[in-house]
């Protein structure tokens, strides 16, 4: 039994745009897997009520259907992530439910220029392996 979780660059690049350095310190603190220091920076930040309950139910919310209500839900972003909600829709209607949206999911957003993944297994308690799409790994 395995699971492959999912994300999308282009979800982490928008809330950086939106939130700015906030966004940054987040990010930063799940890439270390640290939700200590991932409430206390959402506790100490400015963000409005709303804005807060987004961001501590990203980490909670894992699975297809509740991932992508979660971003059309989530006011005046969901426009700017319409191409990340369809690609994720895509991928819920081939893969159903042997593939998991995790929004908490954290890469190298400048390496990666799209999907990534991880594919995990209960019964090792580690990654399986990982990867994702990047089309400019080379540039000049």
Do not use: M
């Amino acid at each position: 039994k395995y699971l492959v979780s999912v994300n999308h660059s282009n979800f982490w690049n928008e809330l950086f745009k939106y939130f700015g350095n906030t966004a940054l310190e987040l990010y930063k603190a799940l890439s270390k897997k640290d939700f200590i220091l991932f409430k206390s920076i959402i506790n100490k930040s400015r963000l409005s009520k709303p804005e807060k309950i987004f961001w501590n139910e990203l980490i909670t919310i894992k699975g297809n259907k509740e991932a992508i209500a979660h971003i059309k839900q989530s006011g005046r972003l969901k426009n700017k992530l319409s191409k990340v909600t369809s690609c994720f829709e895509k991928i819920n209607s081939l893969f159903g439910d042997s593939v998991q949206i995790d929004l908490s999911l954290t890469s190298d957003v400048d390496y990666y220029t799209g999907i990534y993944f991880e594919a995990i297994t209960p019964y090792l308690g580690r990654n399986l392996g990982s990867g994702g799409r990047y089309d400019q790994l080379i540039s000049f």
